[in-house]
């Protein structure tokens, strides 16, 4: 298997190819979305280090909530009802 090749799909799922830039659909895309207007919109940093600080700091107090990451990076078109 070559890096450009996905191994073969089970016949229980459906790949779905993603539009070349379709951010909307990205749950990162989300997450940053949130973070930069919830929790990095009213800084004023002096310094590059100042900056990662802030970040780091988001994506700490962000990974220790699980029920806001589920409900930023759950889509119902992704769930599996059986």
Same mark, same amino acid.
């Given at each position: 298997? &070559?890096? $450009?090749? #996905?191994?073969? +799909?089970?016949?229980?799922? /459906?790949?779905?190819?993603?539009?070349?830039?379709?951010?909307?659909?990205? *749950?990162? +895309?989300? /997450? !940053?979305?949130? %973070?930069?207007?919830?929790?990095?919109? *009213?800084? /004023? !940093? @002096?310094?590059?280090?100042?900056?990662?600080? *802030?970040?780091? +700091?988001?994506?700490? !107090?962000? *990974?220790? @909530?699980? $029920?806001?990451?589920?409900?930023?990076? &759950?889509?119902? #078109? &992704? &769930?599996?009802? %059986?």
């Amino acid at each position: 298997m &070559t890096s $450009d090749k #996905w191994s073969p +799909e089970p016949g229980n799922i /459906v790949l779905i190819p993603l539009p070349p830039y379709s951010p909307e659909l990205s *749950a990162m +895309e989300n /997450v !940053w979305d949130y %973070l930069r207007a919830n929790k990095l919109s *009213a800084g /004023v !940093w @002096d310094s590059y280090d100042e900056i990662l600080n *802030a970040c780091c +700091e988001a994506w700490n !107090w962000f *990974a220790h @909530d699980p $029920d806001r990451i589920r409900s930023i990076g &759950t889509r119902e #078109w &992704t &769930t599996v009802n %059986l």
